[in-house]
């Protein structure tokens, strides 16, 4: 099987009109912070709700960093939503979420690991098993 075809055309593109049909891209707004890798943050990331929690988080709904999800519902007016990036209070280094350590100091998070506060999930102190008690029932 064979065809032809009848004629062949080539179309010209200059680099102009090449640079006008790329859509522009969006720069994220860089948010000063006014901390410097390597040093500590203002009181170690603490904030007054929870004093024993040295990071600050970056929530997504805004990509703003406060200490905390109070600290971040008193100065917004929409409700926040999961952070998944924090700034170590040791070392001032952002990085994905870790709930015990810092990637790179290697520094605890959270004071006196496994007593500080509650930070989401099941309480264990509610599920706890008590003697006397059946699995799944009281």
Request: charge should be positive.
């Amino acid at each position: 099987m064979s065809f032809r075809i009848p004629e062949t055309k080539f179309l010209h593109v200059s680099a102009a009109a090449v640079r006008a049909s790329r859509a522009p891209t969006r720069r994220k707004i860089k948010e000063n912070l006014g901390i410097v890798a390597g040093q500590e943050l203002p009181r170690r990331g603490r904030c007054t709700h929870y004093a024993k929690s040295y990071r600050w988080f970056r929530f997504s709904c805004c990509s703003k960093v406060y200490a905390c999800d109070r600290c971040h519902d008193e100065k917004e007016s929409h409700p926040n939503e999961h952070a998944n990036r924090m700034i170590c209070g040791y070392c001032s280094r952002e990085q994905n979420y870790a709930p015990e350590t810092c990637h790179f100091c290697r520094a605890s998070m959270v004071a006196r690991r496994g007593h500080g506060f509650w930070e989401g999930g099941k309480d264990p102190r509610k599920y706890k098993r008590r003697p006397g008690t059946k699995v799944g029932g009281s």
